[in-house]
């Protein structure tokens, strides 16, 4: 009996031990590599994913454009082709803007002056052709107006011949000056009178930006210049999309191939500097690219914050 118990005994230890064995190296055993978390990727920057949408409003069109997008609230900046020139069309009107506020706070000019010219002059001396010229003028008609009231159609309607007045009155050659006191490298009016003047997005943009942070002249000449471009009433690019409750400060240049837009959006979001320049011989279509280039922006900003 008692060799039976041992006998017993030792079995259950070898039965113990085996089953011990077998657990410890099951637990011993390396174990197969934890997976890791899932590897979530990082969020594309905003801009990264602004610049993809942008690329795909022009992907396929025709021509060439300039942008410059600035948000005056981050800082941060998107460009394409921000330094490729330009002919500025009308959007020189906004040097000529500029020059005489500066003649006008150097007291050279007044706004109340008169400033009278007949058409034919105008026309000789700014090298407009005669079928490029305003068909509702008489080229033995004159036009008169005062320097404030030519300011406001130069910008307001982008009027010719309030231009062709004021640029003959602050003499053009003083934009020159103005534009190289404000490192505006890659801006230029022209050789001959008015000649060909040419800018960039970048340029343009630094120019907006001035203005907004009334660096322009001085701090009251900007916010007046500012003022005059919120009462745009060509608004078929930039505003186009966006709501009609956003002002928006901003100037318009059409002269094919070339076709422009650019300015200040003012929105609850933040403000920014956006300026769009193209140059393509379809000028219809130019626009409602500028307009969707516009919106992307906008929708941007307000999602951004």
């Known amino acids: 009996m008692y060799f039976l118990v041992i006998l017993v005994s030792i079995f259950v230890v ?18 197969a590599q934890e997976p890791l978390p899932t590897q979530i990727p990082s969020p594309t920057s905003t801009l990264t994913i602004l610049e993809k949408n942008i690329t795909e409003i022009l992907n396929n069109k025709q021509g060439d454009y300039g942008i410059y997008f600035k948000d005056l609230k981050s800082e941060k900046t998107f460009v394409l082709n921000a330094d490729r020139e330009f002919q500025t069309a009308s959007l020189y009107k906004l040097w ?22 007949k058409i034919a002059e105008l ?3 700014f090298k407009i052709a005669t079928e490029s010229a305003d068909p509702s003028k008489d080229m ?4 008169s107006y005062t320097v404030f009231d030519a300011l406001n159609e130069m910008i307001t309607i982008s009027g010719n011949y309030s231009a062709f007045i004021l640029g003959r009155q602050i003499r053009l050659f003083n934009v020159s000056d103005l534009l190289e006191s404000y ?23 630094v120019f907006f930006e001035l203005l907004y942070k009334g660096e322009l002249i001085d701090e009251k000449s900007s916010i007046a210049m500012l003022e005059l471009l919120k009462k745009q009433q060509l608004n ?4 186009r999309h966006l709501p009609e409750d956003i002002e928006i400060a901003h100037k318009t240049g059409e002269l094919a191939p070339f076709n422009h837009d650019a300015g200040i959006v003012y929105t609850d979001n933040g403000n920014y500097i956006i300026a769009i320049l193209s140059e393509t011989d379809d000028q219809t ?5 500028i307009a969707n280039i516009s919106k992307t922006v906008y929708d941007y900003v307000v999602d951004e914050y």
């Open 183 to 205: 490192k505006l490298n890659h801006s230029s009016i022209g050789d001959n009178a008015i000649g060909i003047p040419t800018t960039t997005a970048r340029d343009t943009g």
């Open 236 to 239: 078929d690019k930039i505003p």
């Open 140 to 143: 033995d008609d004159e036009v």
């Open 285 to 289: 279509h130019a626009e409602e690219v």
């Open 123 to 125: 026309n000789e001396q």
């Open 96 to 117: 000529v803007m500029a020059e005489t506020y500066r003649q006008i706070k150097q007291g050279k000019l007044d706004k109340e002056h008169v400033m009278t010219a």
């Open 14 to 31: 070898f039965i113990f031990s085996i089953s011990f064995g077998k657990i410890y190296q099951i637990s011993t055993q390396p174990s």
